[in-house]
Each structure stands twice: as C-alpha cells, then as structure tokens.
C-alpha cells in the first residue's frame, strides 16, 4: 500500500515529535504493509511556518535514518498544504509542495469555517494544471451544511482524500458517518492514515481499507490505496486512472447531458503541466479554460 497523508517527520508540526517517534512510525507502517510514504507536514501559515526546502531536506534526512535501521519504506516528498490566497505562485516557487513533485497537490481547508470562494479557489487550481486533494473532508465540521460544494468540486476534477481512523470512528461519529457517506456514493479517491504518532492518531491504514472493502468491494478499496496513489506518485494524468463505480455512471451521464454525442469533441486538450515540470504559461483563453475543464471530465 501507499500511504499519501503522513506527519511523520520529526519535530516540524504536531506530528513525530523526534527521531525515535518517526522510526516507530515507519515500522508500523511497513508491519501493516505500507511500502511508500509521503510526507506530508502541515504547511501553514501563523501556525507552522514550513516551507518546501526545509521539507525536503527533513525527508533526506529520514529516508537515511530508514536506511540505517533496515526499515523498508521509501519516502516521497509532499505537504499538507493550507488554503492560501497565492497557492498557485507559492507551489510554482516551491514553497509549497507536490506529492512527488507531480501535478498532484494536497489541500487543506480551514477545520471549521467554511472558506469564501472555494470553488473558485480550486477551480484556479485546476486551471493552473494542477489537480486538488481535498484532505479529510469528512472531518470538517461544516461538511453537513455544503455537501453539494463537495460533490460539484468532485465533478470539476477535484480529488477526495478521506482518513482510515474516520472510517474506524477515531474522529467520532459525525466523521465516520460522512466518510462512509462519501465511500458509498463515489467521491472518495483516496485513503491515507493522516498518523501524527504511535498511540494517539496511529497508522492503520490496512484496517481502514478492509472497512472500505466492506462497503465498495475488494476493488475500489485497492484503488483507494495503491492504484491511485501509484498514479499520483507516477504523475499519471487523471483520465488513465479508474474512478469508482457509481462516478463513472453518474460522469457518463452528465457528459452526455452537457456536450451531446460528439463528447465535447470541439473542445482541445492543452498541456497541464504544472510550472515545476516546465510550464510557465499563463492560464490562457476561455477555450484553453475549457479545455482544461474537458480534460477532467473525461
């Protein structure tokens, strides 16, 4: 399996508090079958003031520490990155991070304030060439008053990343119930730990795939943890990675409502890629726009 939400490096955030902390970590995680890690500290601003080269090089530094203790688990770079209003200029200057330096990108919202212009935020964020993983949705506590915003950002492109523990009831049943929810009716992509240590918040990525397993099948719950996540770290663009069952269905008909027979086939498919893999144009006319939009639903 591959675990994409992770706060396994010492003493940057609330995460591993120091070395022997993530070393325990990456142990249990390789003991319940977890071979690639992210590492994914929170990067936000007035509360934990990381930035990307400070990330990279704690990761070197652990991936080392790994080596010497015969601990099996490679490492990718990444970060749980906090709404910002210059996201886009702050992942292209590499303050912020990619998972993997892919176009893939973890997001975090605020925990409980709905932010203003969500949709647009993410929006610019697909237009920029990246694509979105909201973290932990199910775990806001404003989930219950804008479910639709959530599902309408899934079918612009935006991907979902749900926690194993919410799906255990770690987080309450508020949190379970909107991830098992979201699980049964398509909008989860992908499943990650978000383990900030060994007792409190502990990697059980496994348990929660088999719980997964119980209410979309055997399948879906391998894609949750190591289909999708492999195309994140591989960089695969969305529209070669399976989507669930019930959004494909639900994807096929509303293409079909919106572009008619022919698919939307008068709209073009630009180059997506983000600045870091050597993109520096701008966004582009409405019909590139499109474009980009096209791309996402296909």
Same mark, same amino acid.
């Given at each position: 399996?591959?675990?994409? %939400?992770?706060? +396994?490096?010492?003493?940057?955030?609330?995460?591993?508090?120091?070395?022997?902390?993530?070393?325990?970590?990456?142990?249990?995680?390789?003991?319940?079958? $977890?071979?690639?890690?992210?590492?994914?500290?929170?990067?936000?601003? @007035?509360?934990?003031?990381?930035?990307?080269?400070?990330?990279?090089?704690?990761?070197?530094?652990? /991936?080392?520490?790994?080596?010497?203790?015969? #601990?099996?688990?490679?490492?990718?770079?990444?970060?749980?990155?906090?709404?910002?209003?210059?996201?886009?200029?702050?992942?292209?200057?590499?303050?912020?991070?990619?998972?993997?330096?892919?176009?893939?990108?973890? $997001?975090?919202?605020? *925990?409980?304030?709905?932010?203003? /212009?969500?949709?647009?935020?993410?929006?610019?964020?697909?237009?920029?060439?990246?694509?979105? #993983?909201?973290? *932990?949705?199910?775990?806001?506590?404003? #989930?219950?008053?804008?479910?639709?915003?959530?599902?309408?950002?899934?079918?612009?492109?935006?991907?979902?990343? +749900?926690?194993?523990?919410?799906?255990?009831?770690?987080?309450?049943?508020?949190?379970?119930?909107?991830?098992?929810?979201?699980?049964?009716?398509?909008?989860?992509? #992908?499943?990650?730990?978000?383990? %900030?240590?060994?007792? *409190?918040?502990?990697?059980?990525?496994?348990?929660?795939?088999?719980?997964?397993?119980?209410?979309?099948?055997?399948?879906?719950?391998? %894609?949750?943890?190591?289909?999708?996540?492999?195309?994140?770290?591989?960089?695969?663009?969305?529209?070669?990675?399976?989507?669930?069952?019930?959004?494909?269905?639900?994807?096929?008909?509303? $293409?079909?409502?919106?572009? @008619?027979?022919?698919?939307?086939?008068?709209?073009?498919?630009?180059?997506?890629?983000?600045?870091?893999? @050597?993109?520096?144009?701008?966004?582009?006319?409405?019909?590139?726009?499109?474009?980009?939009?096209?791309?996402?639903?296909?």
């Amino acid at each position: 399996m591959i675990d994409l %939400h992770a706060h +396994i490096l010492p003493g940057i955030d609330d995460g591993a508090r120091d070395l022997s902390v993530a070393l325990e970590i990456a142990r249990m995680q390789v003991a319940d079958g $977890v071979t690639v890690q992210a590492c994914t500290p929170h990067i936000f601003p @007035g509360a934990y003031h990381n930035s990307g080269p400070q990330v990279r090089q704690l990761m070197s530094a652990l /991936q080392l520490a790994l080596d010497e203790h015969d #601990i099996a688990l490679a490492l990718v770079v990444g970060a749980d990155n906090h709404m910002v209003p210059d996201f886009v200029a702050q992942l292209r200057s590499g303050h912020l991070l990619s998972l993997a330096d892919s176009r893939y990108v973890l $997001v975090e919202p605020p *925990h409980h304030v709905a932010p203003p /212009q969500i949709e647009a935020f993410f929006f610019g964020l697909l237009v920029a060439g990246y694509v979105p #993983i909201l973290t *932990h949705p199910e775990r806001l506590s404003w #989930i219950g008053a804008h479910y639709e915003v959530f599902k309408r950002l899934v079918h612009k492109g935006v991907w979902m990343q +749900i926690t194993a523990g919410s799906l255990t009831g770690e987080f309450g049943k508020g949190a379970q119930y909107w991830a098992e929810r979201m699980l049964d009716e398509g909008y989860v992509h #992908i499943l990650a730990t978000d383990v %900030h240590g060994t007792k *409190h918040r502990a990697p059980q990525l496994r348990l929660g795939r088999d719980l997964a397993a119980r209410r979309v099948g055997d399948d879906e719950a391998t %894609h949750l943890v190591e289909t999708r996540p492999r195309a994140v770290i591989d960089d695969l663009a969305p529209s070669k990675v399976p989507v669930s069952n019930a959004l494909s269905e639900m994807r096929n008909v509303e $293409v079909g409502r919106e572009f @008619g027979d022919d698919g939307g086939s008068n709209f073009t498919k630009p180059d997506t890629r983000p600045h870091a893999r @050597g993109d520096d144009r701008p966004a582009g006319s409405l019909r590139s726009f499109a474009g980009r939009l096209r791309r996402f639903l296909d």
